[in-house]
C-alpha cells in the first residue's frame, strides 16, 4: 500500500510540460494586463464575458501550477525545488494585482448587472462575485499602492507565515521513553497526547514545552509582525478593525457572530462540567491538567490500522448517501492521501481541493489513534465539498471559511454516530469521549484562541510581542475560556506557536469558524435524522450554493436562522446530551467496579 500521496495528475516533475505551463500562465496574465488597460471602455456586457473567461483560464492554471509544488513542500520542507517554484508562482500572482484592481474600478460604476445578467448566463452565475467586488471597491487602494501591498507581502507576512512553517515542521522533541533517549518530528510528538500510558502524555507535554524554547523567540516576531502588518493594511483600507474584514470575507453578518458567541459562553458550565469529570475519572483532584486533554478515557486498547480506518469510514458514510461513500473509496484507491507523519513533514492534516481535475489530497499524519480516524474522516469531508462545487465556475468555488468546516465536520459526527450505536459500554465511552474531546477543542479551546488574537490584536498594533508577553495573554485566555475545569499550573502558554492558522498573512480569525461548523454541522444532522432522503437532496444543493452566497442565505436553504441564538443552544444541546451520556456513564462504571 502506497502511504504517499500521488501528484502524477498535476505533475511528474519541474520538468519541460510544467515549464510550458508556467509560461503560459505568464502570458495569460499580460492579456489581462492589456485588457485592464485597453479593454475596459467598450461593450459592457463584452467587457464582463471576457473578465469572466480570462479569470476562469488564470485561475485553472495557475491553481494547477501552485498546487504542484505546495503539496510537495508540505510533505517534504527540505525540497528546495518545490521552495523555489512556490516562489516563482507568489511572485507571478501578485502581477495579477494591477489589473484586478483595474477591473475593480470599473465595474464600480457599472449599475446594470442585473439586466446584464437576464440576458447572458455568464453573468448570471456569476453575479454574486461581481456584486461582491463593487463592495469591496470601498476599501481599494491606488494602483500602485494596490501593488506595492501585494509585493511587499511576499517579504513580510508570507515571508514570517514561511518561516513558522519551516521551523515548527523541522523541530524535533528529545523523548525519553523505556530507558531510550529519541528525537522525534513535533507533529509525532503532539500525538503522544492520545498515548495510554500518563507517564508518557505528560513527558511529552513538558518535552513538547521545552522544545518550542529553540524556536520562541523567531515566531514571536513572525506573529506579531503578520498580525501588524494586517492591522496597518486593513487600517489603511478603511476597515475598523480585521475582525470586520474578516467578517466581510466570511459573509457573515456580526449579528450571526455574536448570537454563536454568546450561547456558546453559555454553556461553558456543560463542558467544565465534562472536563471535571474525565479529571476525577483519571485521578485528578484540582482540574484536569493540559497534557490529560486528550487522554483515552474507557476501555478499549484499539489502535487502528490505516486499511481498519478506510473500512470504517466507507461504511459509514454509506449510512449517509452513496454518493459520499464513492468519493471516500476513490481518495483511498487512488492515492489521494499522504499518510503518516516523517521529519521534514507539516504537522497536523489539511485538504487541499482540486476542482480544475475533480480531485483533492489529503494531508494527515496518522499513527493509528481513534482521533486520527476522525481527523481522516473530517478531511475527507473537505475533499466531498470540494467535489459538489467542482462543476461551478471558479469565481463559484471560494466558500467562506465558517462554511468550510460545515462538510467535514458533519463527516465526522456521521462516523462517531454510527460507531456509538455499535459498541458496548467502555467501549461506546471511548468513542464518545473522542468526540466530546473534539467538540470542546471547537467551541472551548476555540473561544480560547478567539479570545487571545482579539488581545493579539490590540497589543501588537503598539508594538512586537516578546514570547513572554505572548505566553501570558495565551494563559489568560485559556483561564477565560476553561475556568476551573483545568489544573492551572499546567495549562499550554506555546499554543499560540502550535496553531498554524494565527500565521496566514491573508486569514484572520480562523478560529470562530471551526465553533461555526461543528455547530451548523450538528444542527444539521439533527435534521438528517428526521428526514435522511429530503435532507441529503437539500444538503448537497446547499454546498453548491456556499460559494456564491451570504451565509445566512445558505443555512435559509435549510430553514435554518443563524442570526438567532436559539439555533446555536439546539445545537449545543445536543452536546450537552452528549455530556450527560458521558457522566452517566462513568458513573456506571464506577459503579461496577
Given at each position: 500500500m502506497n502511504l504517499k500521496w500521488n501528484l502524477d495528475a498535476l505533475y511528474t516533475d519541474f520538468d519541460a510540460q510544467y515549464e510550458d505551463d508556467l509560461k503560459a500562465l505568464k502570458e495569460l496574465i499580460q492579456d489581462f494586463d492589456y485588457f485592464s488597460i485597453n479593454e475596459l471602455s467598450c461593450n459592457t456586457e463584452a467587457i464582463l464575458f471576457k473578465y469572466i473567461e480570462l479569470n476562469e483560464k488564470i485561475n485553472t492554471l495557475s491553481s494547477k501550477l501552485y498546487a504542484f509544488p505546495a503539496l510537495i513542500n508540505s510533505a517534504d520542507t527540505k525540497n528546495e525545488k518545490a521552495e523555489k517554484y512556490l516562489d516563482i508562482i507568489e511572485q507571478l500572482l501578485t502581477q495579477l494585482t494591477a489589473p484586478l484592481v483595474r477591473f475593480k474600478r470599473w465595474l464600480k460604476d457599472i449599475d446594470q448587472l442585473e439586466l446584464l445578467a437576464e440576458k447572458n448566463h455568464k453573468i448570471k452565475d456569476n453575479l454574486f462575485h461581481l456584486n461582491e467586488y463593487k463592495k469591496e471597491t470601498h476599501y481599494l487602494l491606488s494602483d500602485g499602492e494596490e501593488v506595492l501591498i501585494s509585493k511587499l507581502r511576499l517579504t513580510g507576512g508570507e515571508a514570517w507565515s514561511k518561516l513558522h512553517g519551516k521551523l515548527t515542521s523541522n523541530l524535533m522533541v528529545s523523548l525519553r521513553i523505556e530507558g531510550t533517549e529519541k528525537e522525534i518530528p513535533l507533529s509525532e510528538?503532539?500525538?503522544?497526547?492520545?498515548?495510554?500510558?500518563?507517564?508518557?502524555?505528560k513527558h511529552a507535554y513538558e518535552q513538547e514545552l521545552k522544545s518550542y524554547e529553540k524556536i520562541e523567540d523567531a515566531i514571536a516576531m513572525s506573529i506579531s509582525s503578520i498580525k501588524r502588518e494586517a492591522d496597518f493594511t486593513n487600517g489603511f483600507r478603511g476597515y475598523k478593525s480585521s475582525l470586520e474584514k474578516t467578517l466581510m470575507d466570511s459573509r457573515l453578518s456580526s449579528d450571526t457572530l455574536q448570537a454563536m458567541l454568546n450561547a456558546m459562553k453559555k454553556y461553558l458550565?456543560?463542558?467544565?462540567?465534562?472536563?471535571?469529570?474525565?479529571?476525577?475519572?483519571?485521578?485528578h483532584k484540582k482540574g484536569l491538567p493540559f497534557y490529560d486533554l486528550f487522554a483515552p478515557i474507557g476501555e478499549s486498547n484499539k489502535t487502528y490500522t490505516y486499511d481498519e480506518a478506510q473500512r470504517i469510514i466507507i461504511d459509514h458514510y454509506a449510512s449517509f448517501s452513496p454518493s459520499l461513500m464513492e468519493f471516500a473509496k476513490k481518495a483511498f484507491e487512488q492515492n489521494w492521501i499522504d499518510v503518516e507523519p516523517r521529519e521534514g513533514k507539516k504537522g497536523g492534516a489539511f485538504c487541499f481541493n482540486l476542482p480544475f481535475i475533480n480531485e483533492s489530497r489529503i494531508l494527515t499524519n496518522f499513527t493509528g489513534s481513534f482521533s486520527n480516524v476522525s481527523t481522516l474522516a473530517h478531511e475527507l469531508g473537505h475533499g466531498y465539498h470540494g467535489q459538489i462545487i467542482a462543476e461551478e465556475s471558479p469565481l463559484n468555488r471560494s466558500y467562506p471559511m465558517p462554511l468550510a468546516e460545515t462538510a467535514s465536520i458533519l463527516c465526522e459526527t456521521i462516523v462517531m454516530n454510527n460507531l456509538l450505536q455499535t459498541l458496548e459500554t467502555s467501549e461506546a465511552l471511548y468513542v464518545l469521549e473522542n468526540s466530546l474531546t473534539t467538540s470542546t477543542q471547537v467551541i472551548v479551546d476555540i473561544l480560547s484562541r478567539y479570545i487571545f488574537e482579539s488581545e493579539l490584536f490590540d497589543k501588537s498594533s503598539e508594538s512586537s510581542l516578546s514570547s513572554k508577553q505572548l505566553q501570558e495573554i495565551m494563559l489568560k485566555a485559556q483561564k477565560e475560556a476553561y475556568g476551573d475545569a483545568l489544573d492551572h499550573n499546567t495549562l499550554h502558554p506555546y499554543m499560540w506557536i502550535n496553531k498554524p492558522h494565527y500565521y496566514s498573512p491573508e486569514l484572520h480569525y480562523y478560529n470562530f469558524p471551526y465553533a461555526f461548523g461543528l455547530l451548523y454541522a450538528k444542527g444539521l444532522f439533527a435534521q438528517f435524522l428526521k428526514d435522511k432522503d429530503v435532507f441529503v437532496k437539500k444538503y448537497d444543493q446547499m454546498l453548491r450554493e456556499t460559494g456564491k452566497n451570504t451565509i445566512e442565505n445558505v443555512a435559509k436553504m435549510m430553514d435554518?436562522?443563524?442570526?438567532?441564538e436559539d439555533f446555536w443552544i439546539d445545537s449545543l444541546e445536543i452536546i450537552k446530551k452528549e455530556i450527560d451520556q458521558f457522566c452517566e456513564l462513568i458513573d456506571k462504571i464506577k459503579t461496577e467496579k
Amino acid at each position: 500500500m502506497n502511504l504517499k500521496w500521488n501528484l502524477d495528475a498535476l505533475y511528474t516533475d519541474f520538468d519541460a510540460q510544467y515549464e510550458d505551463d508556467l509560461k503560459a500562465l505568464k502570458e495569460l496574465i499580460q492579456d489581462f494586463d492589456y485588457f485592464s488597460i485597453n479593454e475596459l471602455s467598450c461593450n459592457t456586457e463584452a467587457i464582463l464575458f471576457k473578465y469572466i473567461e480570462l479569470n476562469e483560464k488564470i485561475n485553472t492554471l495557475s491553481s494547477k501550477l501552485y498546487a504542484f509544488p505546495a503539496l510537495i513542500n508540505s510533505a517534504d520542507t527540505k525540497n528546495e525545488k518545490a521552495e523555489k517554484y512556490l516562489d516563482i508562482i507568489e511572485q507571478l500572482l501578485t502581477q495579477l494585482t494591477a489589473p484586478l484592481v483595474r477591473f475593480k474600478r470599473w465595474l464600480k460604476d457599472i449599475d446594470q448587472l442585473e439586466l446584464l445578467a437576464e440576458k447572458n448566463h455568464k453573468i448570471k452565475d456569476n453575479l454574486f462575485h461581481l456584486n461582491e467586488y463593487k463592495k469591496e471597491t470601498h476599501y481599494l487602494l491606488s494602483d500602485g499602492e494596490e501593488v506595492l501591498i501585494s509585493k511587499l507581502r511576499l517579504t513580510g507576512g508570507e515571508a514570517w507565515s514561511k518561516l513558522h512553517g519551516k521551523l515548527t515542521s523541522n523541530l524535533m522533541v528529545s523523548l525519553r521513553i523505556e530507558g531510550t533517549e529519541k528525537e522525534i518530528p513535533l507533529s509525532e510528538a503532539r500525538n503522544l497526547a492520545y498515548d495510554k500510558d500518563p507517564k508518557i502524555r505528560k513527558h511529552a507535554y513538558e518535552q513538547e514545552l521545552k522544545s518550542y524554547e529553540k524556536i520562541e523567540d523567531a515566531i514571536a516576531m513572525s506573529i506579531s509582525s503578520i498580525k501588524r502588518e494586517a492591522d496597518f493594511t486593513n487600517g489603511f483600507r478603511g476597515y475598523k478593525s480585521s475582525l470586520e474584514k474578516t467578517l466581510m470575507d466570511s459573509r457573515l453578518s456580526s449579528d450571526t457572530l455574536q448570537a454563536m458567541l454568546n450561547a456558546m459562553k453559555k454553556y461553558l458550565p456543560e463542558f467544565r462540567k465534562y472536563l471535571k469529570k474525565k479529571g476525577e475519572s483519571l485521578g485528578h483532584k484540582k482540574g484536569l491538567p493540559f497534557y490529560d486533554l486528550f487522554a483515552p478515557i474507557g476501555e478499549s486498547n484499539k489502535t487502528y490500522t490505516y486499511d481498519e480506518a478506510q473500512r470504517i469510514i466507507i461504511d459509514h458514510y454509506a449510512s449517509f448517501s452513496p454518493s459520499l461513500m464513492e468519493f471516500a473509496k476513490k481518495a483511498f484507491e487512488q492515492n489521494w492521501i499522504d499518510v503518516e507523519p516523517r521529519e521534514g513533514k507539516k504537522g497536523g492534516a489539511f485538504c487541499f481541493n482540486l476542482p480544475f481535475i475533480n480531485e483533492s489530497r489529503i494531508l494527515t499524519n496518522f499513527t493509528g489513534s481513534f482521533s486520527n480516524v476522525s481527523t481522516l474522516a473530517h478531511e475527507l469531508g473537505h475533499g466531498y465539498h470540494g467535489q459538489i462545487i467542482a462543476e461551478e465556475s471558479p469565481l463559484n468555488r471560494s466558500y467562506p471559511m465558517p462554511l468550510a468546516e460545515t462538510a467535514s465536520i458533519l463527516c465526522e459526527t456521521i462516523v462517531m454516530n454510527n460507531l456509538l450505536q455499535t459498541l458496548e459500554t467502555s467501549e461506546a465511552l471511548y468513542v464518545l469521549e473522542n468526540s466530546l474531546t473534539t467538540s470542546t477543542q471547537v467551541i472551548v479551546d476555540i473561544l480560547s484562541r478567539y479570545i487571545f488574537e482579539s488581545e493579539l490584536f490590540d497589543k501588537s498594533s503598539e508594538s512586537s510581542l516578546s514570547s513572554k508577553q505572548l505566553q501570558e495573554i495565551m494563559l489568560k485566555a485559556q483561564k477565560e475560556a476553561y475556568g476551573d475545569a483545568l489544573d492551572h499550573n499546567t495549562l499550554h502558554p506555546y499554543m499560540w506557536i502550535n496553531k498554524p492558522h494565527y500565521y496566514s498573512p491573508e486569514l484572520h480569525y480562523y478560529n470562530f469558524p471551526y465553533a461555526f461548523g461543528l455547530l451548523y454541522a450538528k444542527g444539521l444532522f439533527a435534521q438528517f435524522l428526521k428526514d435522511k432522503d429530503v435532507f441529503v437532496k437539500k444538503y448537497d444543493q446547499m454546498l453548491r450554493e456556499t460559494g456564491k452566497n451570504t451565509i445566512e442565505n445558505v443555512a435559509k436553504m435549510m430553514d435554518i436562522d443563524v442570526t438567532k441564538e436559539d439555533f446555536w443552544i439546539d445545537s449545543l444541546e445536543i452536546i450537552k446530551k452528549e455530556i450527560d451520556q458521558f457522566c452517566e456513564l462513568i458513573d456506571k462504571i464506577k459503579t461496577e467496579k
